[in-house]
T-cell receptor, first 115, second 111 residues
Framework: EAQVTQNPRYLITVTGKKLTVTCSQN?????MSWYRQDPGLGLRQIYY???????DKGDVPEGYKVSRKEKRNFPLILESPSPNQTSLYFC??????????????FGPGTRLTVL | SQKIEQNSEALNIQEGKTATLTCNYT??????LQWYRQDPGRGPVFLLL?????KEKRKERLKVTFDTTLKQSLFHITASQPADSATYLC??????????FGKGTSLLVTP
């Protein structure tokens, strides 16, 4: 089954404790992306990657890191989480149709609470 | 500054009617626009993509129009059903591969 998986699905942590949210896709997609979704602010892009070792900032990259060492995986790293990073996080992947993004497949989401 | 505006107020319609949702944008020159459906607590699900040189696209009961002069896309669901109740998001490309989403419009279809 074609899918994007994220782990963990729920996480409660404390300020400053480094964490990683994993994302994996089994569709051989070149493009992967991370979003956060907050009430009243909608879905905002954090980082995206067009292929292995190619990453770029989205609209809200501060406080986050990503890496793309393999095509299927795109982990999101919070080196020193703060309460304002409490949010619902989505990973997504897509194939590239030339200069266009094809449909994005979203993961189930990770609900993160930073105390 | 760049803006993507979708009706913030929920749209309530009766089953069987056509629902029309609006997406307006400013300071974008998108090559394409996408529409997604999102149910509470779940990830968005892709519905339709329309390119800048396409005026209209259809898929089953869904129809999307894209007017680059008006800087607007309309999303229609014909013969709406209670199962269509969800939040609908439009998304525009921003300089190629970054994708910006509107805040979404909540649709409620009542029997």
């Amino acid at each position: 089954e074609a899918q994007v998986t994220q782990n963990p699905r729920y996480l409660i942590t404390v300020t400053g404790k480094k964490l990683t949210v994993t994302c994996s896709q089994n569709m051989n997609h070149e493009y992967m992306s991370w979003y956060r979704q907050d009430p009243g602010l909608g879905l905002r892009q954090i980082y995206y990657s067009m292929n292995v070792e190619v990453t770029d900032k989205g609209d809200v990259p501060e406080g986050y890191k990503v890496s793309r060492k393999e095509k299927r995986n795109f982990p999101l790293i919070l080196e020193s989480p703060s309460p304002n990073q409490t949010s619902l996080y989505f990973c997504a992947s897509s194939s590239l149709a030339g200069a266009l993004l094809d449909e994005q497949f979203f993961g189930p989401g990770t609900r993160l609470t930073v105390l | 500054s760049q803006k993507i505006e979708q009706n913030s107020e929920a749209l309530n319609i009766q089953e069987g009617k056509t629902a029309t949702l609006t997406c307006n944008y400013t300071n974008y020159s998108p090559a394409y626009l996408q529409w997604y459906r999102q149910d509470p607590g779940r990830g968005p699900v892709f519905l339709l993509l329309i390119r800048e040189n396409e005026k209209e696209k259809r898929k089953e009961r869904l129809k999307v129009t894209f007017d680059t002069t008006l800087k607007q896309s309309l999303f229609h669901i014909t013969a709406s059903q209670p199962a269509d109740s969800a939040t609908y998001l439009c998304a525009l490309d921003n300089s190629g591969y970054a994708l910006n989403f509107g805040k979404g419009t909540s649709l409620l279809v009542t029997p």
